[in-house]
């Protein structure tokens, strides 16, 4: 059954899933790997930022969502630093338990009030040149799915530029390794915090784009990608967007190696047993800085 | 713990006790078992989360490898779910041991503990989706014949007894953590794991005995989720929620005290309560239930903003005393 | 809506309603006072979660019977004693349920309508056996829920067993319709116990009507991509594709396929969570040609298509969980005529000899076995140019097949 071609085109399929798991993880690579905050929330922002895309994309208005794309990045951006300075960093007196207990309780709320305002309806958009095929060897793939996979690589190298080139990434970089010390040299620590989550979330708002003309949005659909993204950002290395970008790609081949292997069930064991063995044997990831 | 202390934790035990004589229905009953229930949880979670440090997003995995285990002797093989209880301990605590062992060998603490706990949760689902034994997704039924040998009562106080005494053995257990050389080392090892090592302090074999004593704990209560409920699938066995309820009862009610998990699990359920029929006093509103929930997530929230240290937190400020 | 009285705290309102009786009783006459009686339906479906699209949809059927019973003068073998619903969330968790069971015990519900989830199903049931309250179980696929043994509970619709065994019957008359093109097919299948029993129970039956089962594909809930899964069905290249799954999945799957111009003789789900007036009316050119063996009303009757416009004018779709416990509350308040009152044992008595029967529905007259509904039947459907036509059995049908499904182009 397994002929070389199915493995091909597997293979294919995986590149393409992976860079759809590339988007999510990304904005978590942020939050979690560079900030260490557990963002129990991340499910349900990209959800609600899904929604938007969504009614853009509904008449009245109508915006084909990769034009919506910077609308929706900077929304998303706006949301993530509001989130940060309201919540997160105004309440959670700097205990990491305290962060996870407030990120869960944003999940509940954004979950449910999505729920109250929208219903539990599942939405889709069409995009019609989204969904036309393209050839890849054996592979049929939409066009969306190559979108989102340049989308993705295209988000991981200029968060990577950013991080590295600008100043403010430095200081990103600087409050990540040393609070105190960051600090301690002028850097207004709480503000950088909060914009390091807006831009985490920014990229959920790129990831929203990217994925709605070929998934769907419902109240709960965010969540199905959450461990995923946690496993792709230990895997690639805390805080390494090009970690990031090839551990999404190795997570999508692996996940569809083994539902080609074990059946599409079982298969799914894949991924945590991939995020049980990089934890066990290499916790720094692909491209983290040696422990 | 002084005078004032065992006072009030005698009235409370006593008001636990009388609790279902004065509230003489099998919803206050029931709500009183999933209050001790959730409790009992929860301080198994506190024992390797709250005593030593060592926070765990996937616990439902212990919870759900004792109910599959009694499940399947019980229903599959005959055996007597009095016998078999003991059997889903074991289970749970060999889970335990093999996870701490793994996890604690390769060094992983903190936020990446408690994400591998989470994945080790995960394969726990889809095995038990994927082995016959289990019966995969079709699920286990066990069959009802409420009867004392079977572990099923006609009467739901039982198992409000049964969660009680459940509740007070866990308790019993995190107080003696406070009070022996085993529990010293976790705490030490909590607040500083590097200087604990220093002092002579074996790390990783204090971590292996308490995660493998919490996973025990939890595998014994997956056998009375089992029969007081009499269905089980993996959905079920292995749920996440499970797994955030235990974290969350803990740490809103104060990790590493003995009365967090209790305190905390009241609090929540009694917010749960407040705010299930609230929603529903909106009736012209579709479907108002949402909102009952969305103040429960902002009750969370409230909670955690105004006593980051928990309710024992609150409780220490007002009552006082040394840490209960 | 405005005729739902939400139940409260249960020992104070009971106190509360005795007192209020008691007081009535000194200014009114004997009739009129009989006449203040209610009849307390407990409704426990999930309306949050994960499906709580499907839990608003009963409520929304249960909320339309009620008044409908209540506009029509309540039961009147009670002096006109009115339906009054006390609603539960199951938040799609067991505990949640039974806990719900026990509220509405104690705010005295005459009998149970609930849990769209099986396992909710089981439990609830399970606890309300404990008092002898009926549990009239709306939507909940699983057998097990009927095997148990449990006088209380009762199924109007058929179960994952009669629907595949029907469906097979369907199919294979559909096939030789056709000259038999279909040889061989692929079972798609959610993992959960709806999903596993039906795929089961179908791999079983398909030979039997000369088509082989090549394989079955079973997936997880949720399923972020069905990529590989239109893979191997382009792989293995079955002649009919099957699907037995929730919403979200069967919707994923079917625009993957069709994306990807996969020809099939035909996609036949069995109970297939996403076919439904939504996926047509989004999404009508993945749908064309699909065909589902579900729950649905009578196309024929012209109360089905009267209830399917106040649903409509309500804003809500008209999918099978609506009238599904629309039915499941008419037949309750048929036992309580029948029963005349709302003693346990007279009320499951009554039940277990209904003989109900709606034309809303194409079921046969109610005849419960086991507390199962040998009655109830499913029907064939097929999307047909953005709307949804019954195509089997003949007699409830609006329009002909469309088999085998044309080729994409």
């Known amino acids: 059954m397994l002929t070389p071609e199915i493995l091909v085109a597997g293979l294919v399929n995986g590149l393409m899933a992976g860079g759809i798991y ?101 939405q889709t958009i069409e995009v019609t040149y989204a969904g036309r095929m393209i050839s890849l060897g054996p592979a049929l793939v939409p066009l969306g799915k190559l979108v989102s996979f340049a989308g993705a690589l295209l988000l991981c190298l200029l968060l990577g530029l950013f991080m590295t080139r600008t100043d403010m990434g430095k200081a990103i970089r600087a409050v990540a390794k040393e609070r105190q010390g960051a600090r301690l040299v002028g850097i207004d620590v709480e503000g950088v915090m909060a914009i390091s989550y807006g831009i985490g979330i920014a990229c959920l708002g790129a990831a929203a784009c990217l994925l709605m003309p070929t998934f769907y949005v419902s109240p709960s659909s965010g969540h199905a990608f959450v461990l995923i993204a946690f496993t792709i950002v230990v895997l690639g290395g805390m805080g390494s967007f090009k970690g990031a970008f090839f551990g999404g790609l190795i997570i999508g081949i692996v996940e569809s190696a083994c539902g080609l292997w074990l059946g599409e069930q079982l298969g799914q064991i894949g991924i945590p047993l991939v995020f049980i063995l990089i934890l066990l044997l290499r916790p720094s990831g692909l491209f983290g800085a040696a422990r | 713990m002084n005078r004032r202390h065992l006072i009030l934790v005698g009235i409370g035990g006593l008001a636990l006790i009388a609790y279902p004589w004065v509230f003489r229905s099998n919803y206050a009953v029931d709500i009183g078992f999933l209050v001790l229930f959730a409790a009992y949880l929860g301080q198994t979670w506190n024992i390797a989360g709250g005593f030593a440090g060592q926070t765990s997003f996937g616990h439902v995995v212990f919870f759900g490898v004792g109910a599959y285990v009694s499940t399947i002797l019980h229903a599959t093989y005959g055996v007597n779910p009095w016998i078999a209880w003991p059997c889903s301990a074991l289970g749970g605590a060999i889970v335990g041991w093999l996870i701490g062992t793994l996890c604690y060998r390769a060094g992983l603490k903190g936020s990446y503990f408690a994400l591998i706990t989470l994945a080790v949760a995960e394969v726990g689902r889809i095995v038990a989706n994927s082995l016959p034994i289990t019966r995969g997704g079709l699920g286990m039924l066990i069959r009802a014949d409420l009867r004392a040998e079977n572990f099923q009562f006609k009467d739901p106080i039982w198992f409000y007894y049964i969660a009680l005494v459940l509740c007070v053995l866990a308790m019993v257990i995190a107080w003696g953590l406070t009070r022996t050389r085993f529990g010293a080392r976790l705490a030490a090892i909590r607040d500083n794991e590097d200087a604990a090592e220093a002092l002579g302090v074996n790390a990783f074999r204090e971590k292996v005995k308490c995660l493998t004593l919490s996973g025990g704990l939890c595998g014994a209560g997956g056998t009375v989720y089992a029969q007081k409920y009499l269905y089980i699938d993996p959905s079920i066995a292995f749920s996440i929620d499970k797994s955030v309820e235990m974290l969350l009862v803990t740490l809103i009610g104060g990790p590493g005290t003995v009365l967090g998990p209790l305190i905390g699990s009241g609090v929540l359920h009694f917010i749960g309560e407040l705010t299930r029929d609230l929603g529903a006093m909106l009736p012209s509103v579709g479907n108002p239930q949402p909102l009952s929930i969305i103040i429960y997530g902002a009750a969370l929230i409230a909670i955690v903003a105004w006593l980051p240290d928990g309710l024992m937190g609150l409780f220490r400020r007002t009552v006082g005393g040394d840490r209960a | 809506m405005s005729h739902i009285v939400i139940g409260r705290r249960a020992i104070t309102r009971r106190r509360f309603v005795a007192g209020t009786m008691a007081a009535g009783s000194l200014a009114f006459p004997a009739i009129l006072r009989a006449q203040a009686k209610t009849v307390k339906v407990g409704l426990i479906h999930p309306v949050t979660g994960f499906v709580a699209y499907n839990g608003q949809q009963s409520r929304v059927g249960a909320a339309m019977a009620i008044e409908d019973v209540n506009k029509a003068g309540g039961i009147k073998a009670m002096g006109g004693a009115t339906l009054e619903a006390v609603l539960g969330d199951s938040q799609s968790k067991v505990e949640v349920g039974v806990s719900e069971v026990e509220k509405m015990n104690e705010a005295g519900v005459a009998a149970y309508i609930g849990c769209f989830q099986s396992p909710v199903g089981i439990a609830a049931s399970q606890a309300a056996a404990k008092y002898n309250t009926p549990f009239i179980i709306d939507v909940g696929a699983s057998d097990l829920i009927v095997n148990r043994g449990l006088k209380n509970v009762f199924r109007l619709k058929p179960g994952f067993g009669k ?44 030979p039997s009507i000369g088509i082989e089962v090549k394989e079955l594909i079973p997936h997880d809930n949720p399923t972020r991509n069905m990529d590989n899964i239109a893979l191997r069905i382009r792989a293995i290249q079955p002649d009919i594709l099957t699907m037995s799954n929730y919403g979200n999945e069967y919707t994923l799957l079917a625009r993957t396929l069709h994306q990807q111009k996969v020809n099939l003789v035909g996609m036949f789900s069995v109970l297939g969570g996403g076919f439904n007036y939504k996926l047509v009316k989004d999404l009508p050119d993945v749908a064309e040609n699909m065909m589902d063996y579900n729950h649905w009303f009578n196309p024929k009757s012209s109360n089905a298509q009267g209830l399917k416009r106040r649903v409509e004018a309500a804003g809500s779709l008209f999918t099978f969980e609506v009238y599904l416990t629309y039915n499941s509350v008419m037949l309750l308040a048929d036992a309580l005529e029948r029963a005349k009152t709302t003693d346990k044992d007279k009320l499951i008595e009554a039940l277990a000899t209904s ?22 039947r499913a029907a064939a459907l097929q999307a047909q140019k953005g709307d949804i036509q019954v195509v089997y059995p003949a007699a409830f049908a609006s329009a002909s097949v469309v088999f085998p499904k044309p080729k994409y182009n």
């Open chain 3, 355 to 376: 003989t109900w029967s709606t034309d809303i529905v194409p079921y046969g007259p109610t005849k419960f076995v086991n507390g199962q509904n040998e009655g109830g």
């Open chain 1, 22 to 122: 590339v988007l999510v993880a990304v904005g978590l690579t942020l939050i979690y790997g560079v900030l260490h905050i557990i963002n129990f929330a991340h499910g349900s922002l990209l959800m609600l930022a899904m929604y938007a895309v969504f009614f853009l994309w509904r008449k009245p208005l109508g915006l084909d969502p990769y034009i919506a794309l910077p609308l929706v990045i900077a929304g998303a951006f706006a949301f993530g630093y509001l989130v940060y300075r309201a919540l997160i960093g105004h309440f959670s007196h700097g205990k990491d338990e305290n962060i996870l207990l407030i990120t869960l309780g944003l999940s509940i709320i954004i979950d449910n009030a999505t729920l109250f305002f929208f219903t539990g309806d599942t």
């Open chain 3, 163 to 206: 629907c595949a065994e029907d469906a097979i019957i369907a199919l294979g008359e559909i096939n030789k319709a056709a000259g038999a093109p279909a040889k061989s097919a692929v079972l798609v299948h959610e993992s959960g116990e709806f999903g596993t029993g039906t795929a089961k129970l179908l791999a079983g039956k398909l």
